[in-house]
């Protein structure tokens, strides 16, 4: 995590409004201006009012080929794509 561009080494480093933290978030890099700060803890609409998200835009991640919308396998898929299952003529 860096505050101002600064690599922060304790967790108990200060922060406050103009303040801009980078950190890594997922799989990408996160950029966020401190606009202020709360007096308590409340709802994510007041929290998301307290900061500007200056990150870049993500680019679209590819979904995951194997699942292709279909949902859960059925029975029969499953006992069909067993590779171990012996058939009754065997």
Do not use: C, H, W
């Amino acid at each position: 995590m860096r505050v101002n561009g600064t690599k922060v080494s304790k967790p108990s480093t200060a922060i406050g409004a103009g303040d801009v933290l980078t950190f890594p978030q997922a799989k990408q890099i996160r950029i966020v201006r401190l606009i202020g700060l709360a007096t308590r803890r409340g709802p994510a609409s007041e929290a998301q009012a307290l900061y500007e998200d200056m990150s870049p835009p993500r680019e679209d991640v590819p979904k995951n080929p194997a699942f292709e919308g279909k949902g859960r396998p059925t029975k029969k898929e499953r006992r069909q794509g067993d590779p171990f299952r012996r058939s009754l003529l065997e």
